[in-house]
């Protein structure tokens, strides 16, 4: 059995904005969401810049009390998948609830409730120390509150597959779509670990830019001053729906998703090879199931982290994939705005492909001033750009050398 999945419905919350239409609207616009960091003390940080996410009310979702125990990953989580719920104008009944799931990705799960109560643990003893801490931080969370709100009763899976793990979640729900398990899947990606340990830790790593005396300047992937990616948080869902399904209720549909690829570079545990062999595998393995030729793809949006390994990888890979063709993509990545939201990032890249496919317009890419000679491809520089996209990729490349791609299609009847 396969059979046709489409794009229903779309939710965000990133720092752009709470919501589809604003974030969408910013990051067309070329607005960033990075600015210094509030939620800690940043005295003795190296890091001092973020993409916080401004002005979430989660009341505006869920009540206080169900909130209060809630992970703030979690509730990012959920407000998507109401506004992209609402969106796509599902319902969710007692004789269609076990054909529909929820799948989705994050990296990390509740860390700075971690944080917070291993400080109560060692301050104030182990008594203290909320019942609600462990259904708080562990990564299947969000698919299980999702699926508790929604009352859906079909798969209810959480991928942690690092950067990669929205893509995943997106990818997976498309193939238990396609194959028959579902009608329908709440899908996406959410993270928020903007804390103190979150952001020692990639600063130890050296992948974060300190580039902290200019934060709307600092994520600028492709571009030869690059110094690292910027922490971000938010979430990214979308519905995911069989076309007939969508069909005879009448349902907008946004994009339709035709080819899903994942891989492992099985190389190093944060750094891909410098021929990207193992995104070159996951983006032809997307393109095989899409059944495209290379030349029906018309524009990527790429991981482009903007530390110096990723995007030079990732520009090689792309070249190795398409050829000559390579020169003639629009690539864009979203991340010079949005920052990188780890686990969400997929998620959310996920949507803005969608809207770019149903708009027609690619998003740009920020801050590229001068690209690295090794980065040489047409990246939207600085403004978006109206133009003809039949068909859409979107990369994501995690820690552990784990890879997800998932192509979609202007909709034909």
């Known amino acids: 059995m396969s059979r046709r999945v489409v794009v229903t419905g779309v939710g965000l919350v990133t720092p752009q904005g709470i919501g589809v239409e604003k974030s969408w609207k910013n990051i067309c616009d070329g607005v960033t969401g990075i600015k210094e960091i509030t939620r800690f003390d940043t005295s003795d940080s190296a890091v001092k810049i973020a993409g916080e996410i401004q002005d979430f009310d989660v009341e505006q979702f869920i009540d206080k009390k169900t909130a209060k125990h809630i992970d703030l990953f979690a509730q990012y989580g959920l407000a998507a998948s109401i506004e992209a719920m609402e969106d796509s104008g599902y319902q969710v009944t007692e004789d269609n609830s076990e054909r529909v799931g929820v799948i989705t990705g994050c990296g990390m799960g509740g860390l700075p409730t971690i944080e917070k109560y291993h400080r109560v643990l060692f301050d104030r003893g182990p008594k203290k120390v909320t019942p609600f801490f462990i259904p708080m931080v562990i990564p299947n969370m969000p698919s299980g509150h999702i699926s508790m709100h929604f009352k859906t009763r079909g798969p209810n899976l959480a991928l942690t597959t690092a950067c990669a793990a929205g893509t995943h979640a997106v990818g997976e729900a498309y193939r238990h779509i396609r194959h028959g398990a579902c009608d329908m899947i709440i899908s996406g990606g959410c993270e928020a670990v903007i804390c103190a340990i979150g952001i020692a830790g990639f600063s130890s790593m050296k992948a974060l830019s300190t580039r902290n005396d200019q934060p709307k300047l600092a994520s600028r992937p492709f571009d030869k001053d690059r110094d690292g990616f910027i922490m971000s948080e938010g979430a990214g869902m979308l519905i995911l729906e069989e076309l007939e399904s969508a069909q005879a209720r009448g349902a907008k549909i946004y994009a339709e998703v035709i080819g899903y690829g994942l891989s492992s570079d099985a190389y190093h545990i944060a750094a891909?090879?410098?021929?990207?062999?193992?995104?070159?595998?996951?983006?032809?393995?997307?393109?095989?199931?899409?059944?495209?030729?290379?030349?029906?793809?018309?524009?990527?949006?790429?991981?482009?982290?903007?530390?110096?390994?990723?995007?030079?990888?990732?520009?090689?890979?792309?070249?190795?994939?398409?050829?000559?063709h390579a020169n003639s993509l629009a690539i864009s990545s979203t991340k010079s705005m949005t920052g990188h939201m780890l686990g969400a990032a997929g998620g959310i890249e996920s949507v803005f492909t969608a809207l770019a496919i149903n708009d027609q317009i690619a998003p740009p890419t920020i801050n590229l001033d001068e690209p690295s000679p090794e980065c040489d491809l047409?990246?939207?520089?600085?403004?978006?750009?109206?133009?003809?996209?039949?068909?859409?990729?979107?990369?994501?490349?995690?820690?552990?050398?784990?890879?997800?791609v998932v192509i979609m299609q202007r909709f034909n009847k």
């Not at 095989?288 to 482009?304: F, K, P, T």
């Not at 600085?382 to 552990?400: D, P, Q």
């Open 378 to 404: 047409d990246y939207v520089a600085n403004t978006a750009r109206r133009m003809n996209i039949r068909n859409a990729m979107s990369n994501s490349f995690g820690f552990g050398g784990t890879n997800g």
């Open 272 to 324: 891909p090879p410098e021929d990207g062999a193992g995104a070159v595998k996951c983006m032809q393995m997307a393109i095989d199931d899409s059944g495209l030729a290379l030349d029906e793809i018309d524009y990527v949006n790429a991981h482009g982290t903007s530390t110096p390994l990723n995007d030079r990888c990732e520009t090689a890979a792309l070249k190795k994939v398409f050829g000559e």
